[in-house]
């Protein structure tokens, strides 16, 4: 059988790929694009509706995102730069929408109000510090706060039922905030990129080898998991966009960067409630502070959701042990995992982290009145028997090696690119989708230097106006284009 010659290869159905692979024909409509996908659909893992938070993030709500330090100091910068990233994804999006590569903004993202809810003194003086800090920014300088009752009651009437009037609580608010069915929007951009002539998309496929040939190409082996038939494709550029099934992808395409990598696998779940009555009581994103040990996944929050167009209340996510990489991956996917490269980090992190992994099997441990004494942390009333769980996805949090050798474990995202610039992986969790336009100029911009420099910086700002300038420096490109992105995307209609 003839081996396929193709320009890209796009491994994973996810957000990722797909927001690389609609930048990369926007770019070069003439490039021969593949995306393979080892399930019968895409967007099944981690970008489906059911497996996210939903949240798009953009520093508004997410506590974990403005740490304190050991003085008490509230630090901002992350925020910051998560919030500017997220205007760069809303861009992308209302211009998709425009051209008709997106639809109607309401089939994948709908406004929700961020919130904010802390109680007690200390957490209260947090918020506030938090608040003053982050308002005097431009990016957030229509962030409210309030201490008043009556105020956070409009805001939230579920969360603040049965409330005393002594009750010491605070709230900061975004009324422009956004929920995003992260599943309905990748589908789109798939089925808009299967339209066009230079796009094959082959699901039920997955990657089973990948070489390096002296021409700097890569050789990938491709096996139809229905027929068990493999099939070859000649790349010039791997991308493993695959969530937690990048790592194992990365470890076979033997880069040298891939060297003293390893993942930290976490499963979560939801409490769902789909009950229209409740549901209605409440519109808004509420986070609240981690418990202390807790993953930044696992910070609480009470969401509005809308996901394949029919809404829900979710709590959560409720965070666990496991040894998969994926959803529907194998219980023996961490340990295939370990290599020789990566085995001293991952003690390491093993050892170093036994706090971690207790309160993760003890997550796993609660019943289902443990989960609702949580949830009645933030909405007093709630009914047991209104609310159900649901699996979450899965998440692999980035295990490398530090300054000294020895391993440490990240919670955010990384990118690793070959130094050629023939294969990038996108490896950890978040802030993860939401920021997937950012994280794809990145992969341009490491690996296709030479294309942005030759006419591709100018189209890329066809697609991302504020492209090559900073949103957090410039008060006066935000002012430009910020009003015209809530606009196109109804985030300034409210309910």
């Known amino acids: 059988m003839a081996t396929k010659e193709i320009d890209v290869l796009l491994v994973g159905g996810g957000v990722m790929s797909a927001t690389l692979g609609t930048l990369l024909n926007k770019l070069d409509p003439s490039l021969r694009l593949t995306m393979v996908e080892r399930l019968d659909h895409v967007a099944h893992e981690s970008t489906d509706g059911w497996n996210n938070a939903g949240t798009g993030h953009a520093g508004y709500c997410e506590l974990n995102y403005t740490p304190q330090d050991d003085k008490g100091n509230v630090a901002i910068d992350r925020a910051l730069t998560i919030n500017a990233n997220f205007e760069i994804s809303l861009q992308l999006w209302s211009k998709l929408i425009a051209s008709g590569d997106l639809p109607a903004p309401e089939n994948f993202i ?4 961020h919130i904010s809810f802390v109680w007690g003194e200390e957490n209260v003086a947090f918020l506030r510090q938090r608040w003053e800090k982050l308002s005097a920014h431009h990016l957030f300088k229509d962030m409210e706060y309030s201490e008043d009752h009556e105020t956070l009651r409009k805001w939230m009437p579920l969360v603040m039922e049965k409330r005393k009037p002594q009750d010491k609580v605070a709230a900061t608010r975004v009324a422009y905030g956004s929920d995003v069915d992260f599943g309905s929007l990748t589908r789109n951009l798939v089925s808009s990129l299967d339209k066009q002539d230079n796009f094959e998309l082959l699901l039920s496929h997955e990657v089973s080898d990948l070489l390096q040939k002296d021409d700097g190409r890569w050789s990938v082996r491709l096996k139809d998991r229905n027929s068990g038939k493999t099939k070859t494709v000649k790349a010039k550029f791997v991308f493993l ?9 990365l470890q076979k395409s033997d880069i040298e960067e891939s060297k ?4 930290f696998p976490v499963s979560g779940q939801w409490l769902v409630c789909q009950d229209e009555e409740t549901i209605k009581q409440h519109h808004a994103k509420v986070y609240g502070k981690a418990a202390i040990g807790a993953p930044p996944m696992s910070v609480p929050h009470l969401d509005t959701r809308i996901i394949n167009g029919k809404p829900a209340l979710l709590f959560g996510p409720y965070a666990g042990f496991t040894t998969k990489f994926l959803k529907a991956g194998s219980k ?5 995992s370990v290599r020789r490269n990566n085995l001293m980090p991952m003690m390491d992190v093993g050892v170093n982290n036994m706090d971690l ?3 993760l099997i003890g997550e796993v441990m609660q019943s289902h009145e443990d989960r609702m004494t949580a949830l009645r942390d933030y909405f007093p009333q709630a009914s047991s028997e209104k609310w159900t769980l649901a699996q979450a996805g899965q998440r692999v949090q980035i295990i490398k090696k530090d300054g000294t050798g020895r391993g440490k474990l990240e919670f955010g995202t990384e990118l ?20 997937a336009a950012q994280a794809m100029i990145e992969v341009l911009e490491k690996c296709m230097a030479d294309k942005l420099n030759d006419g591709w910086q100018e189209r890329l700002k066809q697609w991302i106006p504020s492209y090559g300038e900073s949103l957090v420096d410039n008060a006066a490109l935000l002012e430009s284009v910020r009003p015209d992105v809530l606009k196109a995307l109804k985030l300034d209609q409210q309910n």
Do not use: E, H, I
Not at 110 to 113: E, L, R, W, Y
């Open 416 to 435: 690793v690119a070959a130094k050629d610039g023939s294969l990038a992986a996108l490896l950890g969790a978040s802030p993860g989708a939401s920021v």
């Open 260 to 263: 003293g990598y390893g993942g």
């Open 332 to 336: 023996f996917d961490l340990l295939k």
């Open 241 to 249: 966009g695959a969530g937690g099934g990048a790592l194992p992808l």
């Open 110 to 113: 709908n406004p929700t109000p």
């Open 357 to 359: 992994t207790k309160y």
